[in-house]
């Protein structure tokens, strides 16, 4: 019967509960169970199931109790049907998820109950359903109407011998626009906390790239990140999917090219919620963070929430080098180099955000962060110095960069909400962070050198994203606006000059993306107009020549051609990065007494042209890309000053005018029984102008990159993953480096009924081959031979607990998140 019957019939039969509800509302929510000896709450709860429906009891009322129950998606449109099988039996628990026709995005789903049945609430006209269920071929039907009737799934079995071998989920679903991963229910939702596990799935590396792509722009339910930690202090099992999105369209920056999109799983509750975390790490340093987060949510769908986190973070890399310049004179130097990092600090939010309904919601989010004590990088570098032949000297320099605390502030406010059939996305930023460092350096027993920095940056955003109805596809667009104002003051004791930069850059953006489904072709496009405005003055005078103002237009294009098993996609996408902040400095920081580090304030933004054709087969992914990039920022080495200080390399910036990048990547991830595997190899060449900046040496060998990450779902909640990575030798460019690569081990479990407790002990590079060794021409007469590494060779322990979980219901993005990655 209908849900509505049946809370009808309840409340007739019992005197304890009035219960209220609207019939219309849940008339669609067909239900078959049985209930003995139950409360009447639980009895609603056994009836509610899994379909989005809430229940408040309230037990306060004077006039008696009563019982609240609504459907949580206030819809016009409810996807309903009965699933059978080939023997006109029932199906429970199949799996129905609602997706965009257009790009595939997911829109919504759920699940069949006892009798197959299931109701979906949904707001868009045509959607296209994708009724899946292990050991049944999946299922794609473009929906018109909102009653699909019965669905009939046909067995995809394969008999041999009468064993009957059936299929297994598989590890990801193709979109246009890249991955879409499950986690919960699957091995990734034991993976401790979000970081840990993001380098576990496909595509990823363990550098927290996406393979071919890039450096990714992550985002928890629309709300963009923030800071690392975020993801520290994330559990994965509180993730139901992560979707990899390799062709992101034109409402991300021109920077961005690639994004993460987490999305939280879905639970109610009121009342008080929380987890803690802490992490230990111990190699020859220690690594060691402690996480708490409360929130309280209210009946009336308020939350109030804050969170703290601490962090002591020691990290010492080792290093020999063996340099060369020629200049005047032929310089070599040998040297032993040790660099320490000491950082302890802590941030916390305080925040609110109010779900007024399933159509409206607004929020607003304070974090602050500083270092608790002096956050502290040493250089200690033993060096043998040659000049023309003969033995110079030999002596130890050790530098100490320490940084004071300074309390930075952060706000983010947001508005997403629904009018009619159009979505508003609003949300507005706030960051201002001052900071102080001052270097202390030279040779040990003679008179040293210092210098000191002070920075101010102030960034305002805002970012409106809307998507509006029309006849036929998707139509999203909207604007971005940020301004920051940014000011460093650089003095020292004479090794160079003193110096005072202030910049101000105004950024603004209108951009627009229409997606279009014809049959099994699809078709996205985006436009972005960016706009830049830069005032750039040195010690009080405005320098023209480093003020440039820029307009440029960055499309994006994709088409996806999709049957039941292949799906292929052509795109070509626009990138323009700009240069950080640092890297536009003319202040000349000391290293060490034959080493000077320094940026330039004439760099170009950098453009990338990127074409590629991606196909899918089930558990196989492949991509071939072609990159044309202008303008590359790229390290460059020279002497420094030949006359007054001879000897000395300078390492600063420069723009390679075009470089040329060929690459393919392969993805497999099959399973076998309680065995996951997730293996990809990258094959790529690089073909760099470099002659154009003064670099003669010049390589174009092929470069390769092998995952093999291997999982085991072990009884009794225990888990084991083994990872192996191998990079080989390889010349690219003006380098060539070795070969390196490492095996690590994880072990977890999960206790409690509820599995809310979590243990996993670790071990990172436990051969000890995580070195790096290149040798290096990567400037004008300079030669560079070093290997080093990174003390990355750790054991550790991971443990977590959380309690009465609720779902985050913070939907805000950020506003200025480039210009905000750049300061």
């Not at 699909?148 to 990801?172: A, R």
């Not at 099992?237 to 994004?259: C, F, K, L, M, R």
């Not at 790529?684 to 390769?704: Q, S, V």
Request: hydrophobic fraction near 30%; include cysteine.
């Amino acid at each position: 019967m209908s849900l509505s019957e049946a809370l009808s019939q309840l409340a007739e039969q019992q005197t304890d509960y009035a219960i209220m509800f609207l019939y219309n509302e849940l008339e669609d929510f067909r239900i078959t169970t049985t209930i003995h000896h139950a409360s009447v709450p639980d009895a609603i709860r056994q009836m509610i199931g899994l379909y989005p429906i809430r229940m408040i009891v309230d037990d306060t009322n004077l006039e008696g109790k009563k019982i609240f129950v609504e459907c949580t998606h206030k819809t016009d449109r409810r996807l309903t049907g009965t699933i059978i099988d080939e023997q006109s039996q029932p199906v429970a628990f199949a799996n129905i998820t609602i997706l965009n026709p257009a790009d595939s995005t997911l829109l919504g789903g759920g699940v069949s109950n006892e009798s197959g049945y299931f109701a979906i609430p949904y707001e868009q006209e045509v959607v296209l359903a994708r009724i899946s269920y292990v050991g049944y071929k999946t299922i794609y039907k473009i929906c018109e109407q909102p009653a699909m009737g019965t669905i009939t799934m046909q067995p995809d079995n394969y008999t041999l011998k009468g064993v009957t071998v059936k299929g297994h989920q598989l590890l990801y679903t193709s979109t246009e626009r890249g991955l879409l991963v499950p986690v919960q229910g699957t091995p990734f939702e034991q993976f401790g906390s979000v970081s840990g596990m993001l380098s576990h799935l496909p595509l990823m590396m363990s550098n927290g790239e996406v393979a071919g792509h890039g450096k990714p722009e992550i985002y928890i339910n629309n709300k963009k990140v923030r800071n690392a930690q975020e993801l520290d202090r994330l559990r994965a099992d509180e993730i139901q999917s992560v979707e990899i999105i390799t062709n992101p369209g034109a409402e991300y920056s021109a920077e961005v090219t690639s994004v993460i999109r987490l999305k939280t799983i879905r639970k109610t509750g009121e009342g008080w919620s929380g987890n803690f975390s802490a992490v230990y790490r111990q190699g020859k340093e220690n690594y060691a963070n402690g996480n708490a987060a409360l929130n309280y949510r209210t009946r009336n769908g308020m939350d109030f929430f804050a969170r703290g986190f601490l962090t002591s973070n020691n990290q010492v890399i080792n290093s020999i080098a063996n340099d060369q310049l020629q200049a005047s004179s032929l310089w070599n130097f040998k040297k032993e180099i040790t660099f320490l990092n000491r950082y302890n600090y802590y941030f916390a939010d305080l925040g609110w955000n109010w779900e007024i309904s399933e159509k409206h919601s607004l929020g607003l989010t304070y974090t602050a962060n500083n270092y608790i004590t002096d956050a502290t990088g040493s250089i200690e570098t033993a060096e043998e110095v040659w000049r023309d032949g003969q033995f110079k000297e030999a002596e130890t320099n050790k530098t100490v960069t320490s940084r004071k605390p300074r309390m930075e502030h952060a706000v983010n406010a947001y508005y997403v909400g629904e009018i009619g059939k159009w979505k508003l996305d609003f949300s507005a930023d706030y960051y201002g962070g001052h900071s102080e460092s001052n270097m202390e350096g030279g040779t040990v027993g003679e008179k040293g050198v210092s210098s000191n920095t002070l920075t101010k940056n102030n960034l305002l955003a805002e970012k409106l994203v809307v998507t509006a109805p029309v006849p036929k596809g998707t139509l999203t667009f909207g604007e971005e606006v940020s301004g920051v104002d940014r000011k460093s003051d650089f003095t020292q004791s004479g090794f160079s000059a003193d110096n005072s930069v202030h910049q101000q850059t105004v950024t603004w953006s209108l951009f627009a993306n229409y997606a279009l489904q014809v049959k099994k072709f699809s078709l996205n496009g985006g436009l972005r107009w960016q706009n830049e405005h830069n005032d750039y003055e040195t010690n009080g005078q405005k320098d023209l020549e480093q003020s440039p103002n820029y307009h440029v237009l960055i499309p994006r294009l994709s088409l996806t051609y999709r049957t039941e098993n292949w799906m292929h996609t052509l795109s070509y996408q626009c990138f323009r990065r700009n240069p950080t902040y640092s890297t536009l400095s003319t202040a000349i920081n000391y290293r060490s007494k034959y080493e000077y580090q320094t940026g330039n304030p004439y760099l170009s933004p950098t453009t990338t042209h990127y074409v590629s054709w991606t196909t899918n087969y089930r558990w196989v992914h492949a991509e071939l890309y072609y990159q044309y990039i202008k303008n590359l920022n790229y390290s460059f080495q020279v002497a420094y000053d030949d006359i007054d200080h001879p000897g000395v390399i300078l390492d600063d910036r420069r723009n390679v005018p075009k470089s040329q990048n060929y690459g393919m990547e392969v993805s497999v991830s099959p399973k076998i029984g309680i065995w996951q595997m997730n293996y990809s190899a990258d094959f790529y060449f690089n073909n760099r102008d470099l002659e154009a900046i003064g670099i003669k040496h010049k390589w174009n060998g092929l470069g390769t990159y092998f995952n093999l990450d291997n999982t085991l779902s072990l009884p009794h909640d225990w888990l084991l993953n083994i990872r192996m990575e191998l990079e080989p030798y390889n010349e690219q460019g003006c380098s060539q480096t070795k070969a390196t690569g490492g095996i690590d081990l994880r072990l977890s479990k999960q206790f409690l009924k509820d599995k809310s407790l979590s243990v996993a002990i670790l071990a990172n590079d436990i051969l000890h081959t995580r070195y790096i060794e290149m040798t290096a021409y990567g400037g004008i007469n300079v030669r560079t031979q070093f290997k080093e590494y990174r003390d990355g060779r750790r054991i550790g322990i991971d443990l977590s607990w959380k309690f009465n979980a609720t779902r985050s219901r913070y939907k805000g993005s950020h506003a200025g998140q480039s210009e905000r990655n750049r300061l």
